[in-house]
């Protein structure tokens, strides 16, 4: 077992992880809000929550992996104004807020399986969990939150180092927290928002502050503490939360188990704190807001597989920004085919118990990489370099390669060439026409007709079909 070193945003450090509970690994992990389709921005918090967790198994702990699904609670301007974001989806789609929870959420989960991304132990929904949420905000009523004509609200001048995770507290408080008359502190939050007099939401509940539904900041701390338990290891999502969300999230934590400051990081609920990167087009940072974003579908829709989006996440350190472009996505795609052609040789080729001493520094390096906070630029560079190994037994090989990519989670052996190779939707040709066209064009060159072979070219072109002569992987052709 390699040491393992992450990064914890709380601290603003790299730390040598140390569980809990010895041998054991608790994640737990901000899912999505299903109103609307993930974009592929979202999904890199997935795919990076998911290798971390491969991570953890590779280093021989036995985990537990928590993501919830939020279908309740989320307002539009992720404070503590405006509309509750499923209840503004259900009334544009005329529907009910059940039915748009399970549409979104189901798509979720499709997204999740075509990146490979493991199954977590528990998938937390939400609205399972509002009588917990009740309680947990009764026992903290008291000494920490006061209540207003719009619901109750969290002081956070009664717990310490508030806003330390964000390190963006100001005497105004932060920007995107919109003003509510009566807030004592500029930060504080809404734990639980009353419905309006007069309005009937499609969720809601009784409770000791009147009917209404629960903040969302208050699911997160009741669902990690009720499954993982205070303090557990690793809390992960998106750096966007680790601005408002997290450090309302801990504060609550603080106030459920102690008041204690958090220079002791297992006050805030977990020992660590981990976020990734946002991803990024030219345009700048990708949203929903338009009601335009990129879905992994357009991505599939365009002909490209959904693990070639997974390994181009992989190319660049989880907190690092990733520019997305479709040239890029390309990259990783033919990046991709050329790991899949080296391990289909070894594909009927039984694994290796013994070890092959060419390929160990290889596989050192490999855990070494993943040792340094989830270093997967260079974990890959390893993989290739043991596919690409020579006069070395293939079914050493063959060991080695399933070991690593039972991390990056490439499916190496479970993909051909061929699946990679996927059809754009808007493509009016068909692989039979385009194989006949070929066959032509091949006869029209070995007569050295290179009019004729030109014109089919061409012709295959406008019908969007890219012909690669020479393409030293063997894809004789893509439609673009």
């Not at 918090?45 to 967790?53: C, K």
């Not at 920490?144 to 508030?162: A, I, P």
């Not at 701390?221 to 450090?247: K, N, Y």
């Not at 390929?359 to 370099?385: H, K």
Request: with cysteine.
């Amino acid at each position: 077992m390699t040491d393992l070193r992450l990064y914890n945003s709380l601290t603003r450090s790299l730390e040598e992880f140390t569980p809990v509970h010895p041998g054991e690994a608790r994640v737990y992990t901000c899912g999505p809000t299903v109103y609307n389709y993930p974009h592929i921005g979202n999904m890199r918090a997935y795919v990076f929550a998911d290798v971390l967790g491969r991570a953890l198994s590779f280093n021989g702990y036995k985990l537990t992996h928590v993501i919830n699904i939020t279908d309740v609670g989320h307002l539009t301007d992720d404070a503590d104004a405006g509309e509750d974001k499923m209840e503004k989806m259900a009334r544009q789609q005329a529907q009910s807020i059940w039915e748009i929870a399970k549409h979104y959420t189901e798509a979720y989960w499709a997204d999740i399986r075509a990146l490979n991304i493991r199954e977590p132990a528990k998938w937390s929904i939400a609205t399972d969990y509002v009588p917990q949420m009740i309680e947990f905000a009764t026992s903290i009523a008291n000494k920490h939150c006061y209540e207003l004509e719009s619901g109750l609200y969290f002081d956070v001048s009664t717990v310490s180092d508030y806003g330390r995770l964000a390190r963006a507290v100001t005497e105004e408080g932060e920007g995107r927290i919109e003003a509510v008359e009566g807030k004592r502190n500029a930060a504080d939050f809404a734990i639980w928002r009353k419905t309006p007099t007069g309005e009937k939401r499609q969720m809601e509940w009784d409770s000791p502050w009147g009917r209404g539904a629960p903040g969302w900041h208050l699911e997160c701390s009741v669902m990690s503490g009720d499954l993982l338990g205070f303090p557990f290891d690793i809390h992960t999502g998106g750096i966007d939360h680790r601005e408002i969300h997290h450090p309302n999230e801990i504060a609550q934590n603080q106030a459920f188990c102690c008041t204690n400051g958090l220079d002791v990081p297992a006050n805030s609920g977990a020992r660590v704190w981990m976020h990734n990167n946002f991803l990024v087009e030219r345009s700048g940072k990708m949203s929903k807001s338009s009601g335009e974003f990129l879905r992994l579908q357009l991505l599939i829709d365009r002909g490209y597989h959904p693990l070639a989006y997974r390994l181009m996440c992989l190319q660049a350190h989880y907190r690092s920004e990733l520019e997305f472009s479709w040239e890029n996505l390309g990259a990783a795609l033919t990046r991709l085919k050329r790991m899949i052609m080296a391990a289909e040789r070894l594909r009927d080729v039984a694994p290796a118990e013994q070890a092959h001493p060419k390929l160990a520094p290889m596989l050192d390096t490999f855990a070494a990489a993943l040792a340094d906070d989830l270093n997967t630029p260079v974990a890959l560079t390893a993989l290739e370099d043991v596919l690409a190994a020579k006069k070395v037994d293939a079914g050493a090989k063959r060991a080695v390669v399933e070991r690593m990519d039972a991390v990056l989670g490439l499916d190496l052996f479970g993909k051909t060439r061929v699946d990679m190779r996927l059809r754009p939707k808007a493509a009016d040709i068909t692989e039979s026409e385009i194989e006949a066209a070929l066959e032509r064009r091949k006869a029209a060159r070995a007569e050295k007709d290179f009019a004729t072979s030109d014109a089919l070219r061409d012709e295959l072109a406008g019908r969007g079909v890219e012909v690669m002569d020479g393409d030293p992987l063997g894809w004789e052709w893509k439609l673009g």
